[in-house]
C-alpha cells in the first residue's frame, strides 16, 4: 500500500479513537507501520507531535461540544481529563477562554481540523539519493534516549554536549543513529559514534552495537546543520517515499557526518535509510 494511505488510514483510527486511550504506536501498529517511523513521518510532515496533534483535536471537538450545550464535567471525562480542573487548564490554553465561558457572546473558539495527507506537485527541485547494499557494521557510540516530544531540540543539545565535552576526542562523530525503540516503548534511543576501529577496548561511558546488514536508500546533503539535515528528512518523507517503489523497514536509520565546518553552507553529510522494494 502507498506510504500516503498507510498514513492517511493511521490518522483515521486516531481520530475513531479521540474519546478513548490511543496513542501515536496503536494507530502505526493498526497499518502495520514502525511506530518509530510513523511518529518521525507525522511530526515532519505536519509540525506536531501526535500527541500535540490528538490534544488539539479534543479540545477543539470538546469547544464544539460546549457550544451545543455539553456540560463541562461531561466533556471533560468524554475527552480524557481525570478532572474538570485539568480539562479547564487545557482548554483555556488553546483556546484562550475559560469551559465555563464558550457559550457567553463575544467569546472566540479555536477550530483545530482533522489532518490528511496529500502529496502536492509544486516546482521540480531534483533530489538526489543511490540505493546501496551494506555489510554489517560495528560501531562505538554514546547513547542517550529520547521521545518524539523532546527530541527535536534533545539531539542538537546531545550533540552540544557531546562536542564541548571532549568526546569527539575519544570518538568521532561520524555517525547519528536512531534506534528502533523497543516494543511498544515510547522512548528510543540515539547513538553518538563511529565505526569501531577499537583495539584497545571501548572506552568508558561508551557502548558497542552494530548497524546490520541492510539495502539503504542514500541522500547526500549539503548545507549548515541542523537546518540542511532537517530540511532533507522532510523531503526524504514527503517527496520521496510516497513515490519512491522503496518502503522503509523497521530499523535504524542514520545520519552521516564528514570532517569540516558544520556551520558551513557547503558542509556535507548523509541520510541512510533502510529499505526495500515494494511488491509490484
Known amino acids: 500500500m502507498e506510504w500516503t494511505q498507510l498514513l492517511n488510514q493511521a490518522i483515521d483510527y486516531l481520530e475513531e479513537h479521540l474519546t478513548g486511550e490511543i496513542s501515536g504506536t496503536e494507530a502505526a501498529s493498526h497499518v502495520g507501520l514502525s511506530a518509530f517511523h510513523f511518529q518521525r513521518a507525522f511530526s515532519l510532515m505536519t509540525g506536531l507531535t501526535v500527541s500535540e496533534y490528538l490534544r488539539s483535536r479534543r479540545l477543539s471537538l470538546a469547544g464544539q461540544d460546549l457550544l451545543r450545550g455539553a456540560k463541562v464535567l461531561d466533556t471533560a471525562l468524554k475527552y480524557g481529563y481525570e478532572t474538570p480542573e485539568s480539562f479547564s487548564k487545557a482548554f483555556q490554553r488553546f483556546h ?37 547494499e551494506k555489510p554489517a557494521i560495528p560501531i562505538v557510540g554514546k547513547i542517550k534516549q529520547f521521545t518524539n516530544e523532546n527530541s527535536k531540540e534533545g539531539i542538537p543539545a546531545f550533540w552540544s554536549e557531546y562536542r564541548s565535552s571532549g568526546l569527539m576526542d575519544q570518538v568521532p562523530g561520524e555517525f547519528g543513529i536512531c534506534l528502533q525503540p523497543e516494543e511498544n516503548g515510547s522512548a528510543w ?63 535504524c536509520d542514520i545520519e552521516y557526518y564528514t570532517e569540516g565546518d558544520t556551520d558551513s553552507p557547503e558542509y556535507a553529510s548523509e541520510i541512510w535509510i533502510p529499505v526495500k522494494e515494494k511488491k509490484r
Not at 469551559?99 to 477550530?111: C, N, V, W, Y
Open 189 to 251: 534511543s540515539y547513538c553518538i559514534g563511529a565505526e569501531s576501529r577499537l583495539s584497545a577496548g571501548v572506552p568508558v561511558g561508551f557502548a558497542e552495537l552494530e548497524i546490520p546488514a541492510h539495502t539503504w536508500a542514500v541522500f547526500p546533503c549539503r548545507g549548515a546543520m541542523p537546518r540542511a539535515i532537517q530540511q532533507l528528512w522532510d523531503r526524504i518523507y514527503s517527496e520521496w517515499l510516497p513515490q519512491s517503489g522503496y518502503e522503509l523497514l523497521p530499523d
Open 96 to 132: 484562550g477562554a475559560a469551559p465555563s465561558r464558550a457559550r457567553a457572546p463575544g467569546t472566540l473558539l479555536k477550530s483545530f481540523p482533522r489532518l490528511a495527507v496529500k502529496i502536492t506537485l509544486e516546482g521540480g527541485i531534483a533530489m538526489e539519493y543511490r540505493i546501496e
